[in-house]
Each structure stands twice: as structure tokens, then as C-alpha cells.
Nanobody
Framework: QVQLVESGGGLVQPGGSLRLSCSAP????????IGWFRQAPGEEREGLSC????????YYADSVKGRFTVSRDNAKNTVYLQMISLKPEDTAVYYC????????????????WGRGTQVTVSS
């Protein structure tokens, strides 16, 4: 069973930065478009960013545009989400997902998911 693994979450103060990583032991990510999502308690899962398989096209939700940057290193089989200027409203569980048809911010486009990493922005 394919399982993506997110890492890099934690507690950070408002205005701080974190870099999340998404890897997939035993599974090659380079053939897939990768999306980043988050879900806060009581909220729907929100699409944040995605990157195509070769890494030359990226997309961002308005809520994170200019603050989050997605990138990938296919040689390391890893996708990253660099987050700066974090706000308390960014607090959520963050997920990465792999899909095959086209890059999208819609969760239904993705087939394989990680279990998430908690990001908490608080002073």
C-alpha cells in the first residue's frame, strides 16, 4: 500500500517559518503531481499548493500565495512546502498527496495520501 510521509511540522511563533517535506518510501514520486492540503478542526480540507511531475509548474491558493513555496527534488524523491510569515490561522494538519491526471488543488484529484503533520502557529 502506498503511503506518503509528511515531516517538518511543529510549533512556531507568528511570523515564523517551517519547511514541510513529503516523501514516499518504496514509491516513486517523480511520475506524479503532488498537492499540499491542510485541515483544521471542524473545517474542510483546503488545497494549498501543487506542483506538476517535472516541477516546472506550480499553483497556489490565494490564502497562501506569496508566503508558501512548493518545490520538488525528484532525485531525493521528496517534495517540499516552504512556509514563511506564518499566521495563527495557518494552524492545521498538513497533508501531501500524489495524483496522476493533472495538478490541482482539489482533493479528489489525488490517489495517495499521507497521514499528515501538525503545524501550530502560536505565541
Amino acid at each position: 500500500q502506498v503511503q506518503l510521509v509528511e515531516s517538518g511540522g511543529g510549533l512556531v511563533q507568528p511570523g515564523g517559518s517551517l519547511r514541510l517535506s513529503c516523501s514516499a518510501p518504496g514509491f516513486t514520486l517523480e511520475y506524479y503531481h503532488i498537492g499540499w492540503f491542510r485541515q483544521a478542526p471542524g473545517e474542510e480540507r483546503e488545497g494549498l499548493s501543487c506542483i506538476n511531475d517535472v516541477g516546472d509548474s506550480t499553483y497556489y491558493a490565494d490564502s497562501v500565495k506569496g508566503r508558501f513555496t512548493v518545490s520538488r527534488d525528484n532525485a531525493k524523491n521528496t517534495v517540499y512546502l516552504q512556509m514563511i510569515s506564518l499566521k495563527p490561522e495557518d494552524t492545521a494538519v498538513y497533508y501531501c498527496a500524489a495524483g496522476g491526471l493533472h495538478p490541482s488543488l482539489e482533493p479528489y484529484e489525488y490517489h495517495y495520501w499521507g497521514r499528515g503533520t501538525q503545524v501550530t502557529v502560536s505565541s
